[in-house]
C-alpha cells in the first residue's frame, strides 16, 4: 500500500455526543452497511449497527484521544471504542486489524456512500420490522396516540 503520505482530509469528520472526542477520515470509506448480529445489538442498545467501512490508517484523532475506551470480545472478532464520558461509539481498528470500523451515526455531516448490505439479519429482532411500520411522528409521539394505547 502507498497511502502512507496520504493526509489531506476527506471532509468527513465525526464527534461523540458530548463533544470531546472528535476525528477526521483521511481517505474515503469503502463500504457502507447495516449489522444485525447480537454483539451489534448489545453495544448499540439498539436494533442494529449502521457502520462504515474503511482503511486502519484513515483515521486522525482531533480531541479527546485519552478518552478513548477500547473494547475486545474475548471470544469474538468484534471489538468496540467509546467516549469514556458519555458512551458514544467512536471508530475502531477491527480485532484482526484489517479495517477501520466507523460508526455512521458518530460522523457530524452525511456521508456520500450510502448503506449496500444488511448483514446477519438472521439474528434480527421481531420488533425492528414491526417497528419500522408504527406511527410516525417528527417529534415526540402525539399525547393523544399514546392515551390510546393504554
Ligand atoms: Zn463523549
Ligand atoms: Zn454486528
Not at 452525511?110 to 421481531?126: C, G, H, L, Q
Amino acid at each position: 500500500m502507498t497511502t502512507k503520505s496520504t493526509t489531506l482530509p476527506t471532509g468527513l469528520k465525526g464527534s461523540c455526543l458530548c463533544g470531546k472526542v472528535s476525528y477526521s477520515l483521511t481517505e474515503k470509506p469503502s463500504q457502507f452497511y447495516f449489522c444485525h448480529c447480537q454483539q451489534c445489538q448489545k453495544v448499540t442498545g439498539s436494533s442494529f449497527a449502521a457502520n462504515i467501512v474503511g482503511p486502519v490508517d484513515s483515521i486522525r484523532w482531533l480531541s479527546g484521544e485519552s478518552l478513548l475506551t477500547h473494547f475486545d470480545h474475548p471470544l469474538r472478532a468484534f471489538s468496540k471504542t467509546f467516549c469514556s464520558l458519555c458512551g458514544s461509539g467512536v471508530p475502531h481498528i477491527n480485532k484482526s486489524k484489517t479495517s477501520l470500523v466507523i460508526p455512521a451515526g458518530s460522523l457530524d455531516h452525511a456521508p456520500a456512500m450510502k448503506p449496500t448490505a444488511n448483514i446477519f439479519v438472521s439474528e434480527s429482532p421481531e420488533w425492528l420490522s414491526i417497528g419500522l411500520s408504527a406511527n410516525k411522528f417528527s417529534g415526540y409521539a402525539d399525547k393523544k396516540s399514546s392515551d390510546d394505547e393504554k
